[in-house]
């Protein structure tokens, strides 16, 4: 039994949050997070659980104008490889994406601003709904990890999404997914 941690990140949020959730994950069973735009059909293939993570943009998942302008305003801490990751984001994987098996168990996550999510909105809801649609079972429940107050995620939000890793596991292993 296998789980991929499958995001999308600009400045490294999400990618900390994925790295943290496939964490909790290993005390059940291997999992490894991969960028959106590296992700290869035999990964997601051979997975039991695919778990489904994003940054919120403009109230939802991010477009391509959004990753953009995120793109734009970069700062000289940023990781990733903004070519690839503003042509290639989760709402564009979705689009596309199909279970390898039937029902094959999915659950999103999403990163956001610290606040009420009325006023945040969330990526979580589009992903979920994506998910669904493509065919997915969805294991849970979708999370979000908040940043901020400040441009970073608090340790706490890091522990907690290893913690959520954990418990998807063992929903998981108790379902005999
Ligand atoms: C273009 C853009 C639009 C954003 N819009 C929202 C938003 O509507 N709601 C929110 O909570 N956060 C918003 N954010 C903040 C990001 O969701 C947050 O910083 C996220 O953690 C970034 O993830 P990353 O570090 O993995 O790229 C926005 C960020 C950018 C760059």
């Not at 009325?118 to 979000?144: D, H, P, Q, Y």
Request: glycine share 10%; net charge negative.
């Amino acid at each position: 039994m296998k789980a991929l941690v499958l995001y999308e990140s600009m400045y490294g949020n999400t990618r900390r949050v994925a790295e943290a959730i496939a964490h909790g994950l290993d005390d059940t069973m291997p999992a490894l997070a991969v960028p959106v735009s590296d992700v290869t059909e035999e990964q997601v293939a051979e997975c039991e659980l695919l778990v489904v993570g994003g940054p919120t943009h403009v109230h939802g998942m991010s477009r391509p104008s959004t990753r953009r302008s995120a793109a734009g305003v970069a700062s000289a801490t940023a990781e990733v490889d903004f070519g690839a990751q503003v042509n290639v984001g989760i709402r564009e994987w979705l689009s596309a994406a199909h279970p390898a098996v039937p029902a094959q168990s999915a659950v999103a996550f999403d990163t956001r601003n610290h606040g009420p999510v009325l006023i945040t909105g969330r990526a979580s809801k589009g992903i979920t709904e994506g998910l669904r649609r493509a065919g997915f079972r969805l294991l849970a429940k979708s999370e979000s990890f908040e940043v901020g107050p400040g441009p970073s995620l608090v340790p706490e939000e890091l522990e907690r999404a290893a913690r959520w890793g954990g418990e998807l596991g063992r929903l998981i292993k108790d379902r005999g997914a």
